[in-house]
C-alpha cells in the first residue's frame, strides 16, 4: 500500500476528525481518548454535566435515559464500517479510494459519538447511584448522606 490517500474532497473538519481518529489509533491503552469532534462532544458532556442535579423523583427517566444511550451505542457500533479485510493490501484492492476515506470518516464518528455517550451514560447511572444511595447533592459542592 504504497499509493497515497487523497483527501481533497474532505472539508477542514472532515479532515481533521481522521487526524485525531488516527492519533487515537496510535495512543497505549488507558491513554485519554481525544474525540474527532470535539466541540460537538464538549457541547454533549456540559449537557450530561447539568443531570449531576436532576430531580430524584424523576429517576424512572433517567433510568430509560441510561438505556437508551446503551441501545444507541450498541447500534452505533453496529454501523461502523468493517473492513474486507485486516490487510491493507487487500483493502486497498477491493475498495476505491473514496470508500476507503468515507470509511475512515464513519468511523472516527462512530468511535466518537460512543465515546462521548458513554460518557453521558456514566453521569446518568452516577445521577441514578446517588438517588438510590440517597446522597443530597450542593452542600459545599461536597454532598452529605
Do not use: C
Not at 6 to 23: F, R
Not at 31 to 39: G, I, K, L, T
Not at 84 to 97: A, D, F, G, Q
Not at 126 to 142: A, H, L, P, Q
Amino acid at each position: 500500500m504504497n499509493q497515497k490517500l487523497d483527501y481533497s474532497k474532505l472539508t477542514p473538519i472532515e479532515l481533521k476528525a481522521i487526524a485525531i481518529s488516527y492519533q487515537n489509533m496510535k495512543k497505549d491503552e488507558g491513554e485519554a481518548f481525544n474525540s474527532s469532534f470535539p466541540y460537538m462532544t464538549s457541547a454533549i458532556e456540559v449537557l450530561a454535566e447539568q443531570l449531576f442535579d436532576y430531580p430524584a423523583d424523576n429517576i424512572e427517566e433517567l433510568k430509560t435515559l441510561h438505556d437508551e444511550l446503551l441501545a444507541a451505542n450498541k447500534h452505533l457500533l453496529q454501523l461502523a464500517p468493517v473492513p474486507p479485510s485486516l490487510n491493507p493490501e487487500k483493502i486497498v484492492s477491493e475498495l476505491t479510494n473514496d470508500q476507503i476515506v468515507d470509511r475512515l470518516l464513519k468511523i472516527s464518528l462512530v468511535n466518537s459519538l460512543v465515546e462521548t455517550l458513554s460518557y453521558f451514560q456514566n453521569i446518568v447511572l452516577m445521577r441514578i447511584s446517588d438517588i438510590e444511595n440517597g446522597v443530597i447533592k450542593g452542600v459545599n459542592n461536597g454532598s452529605i448522606n
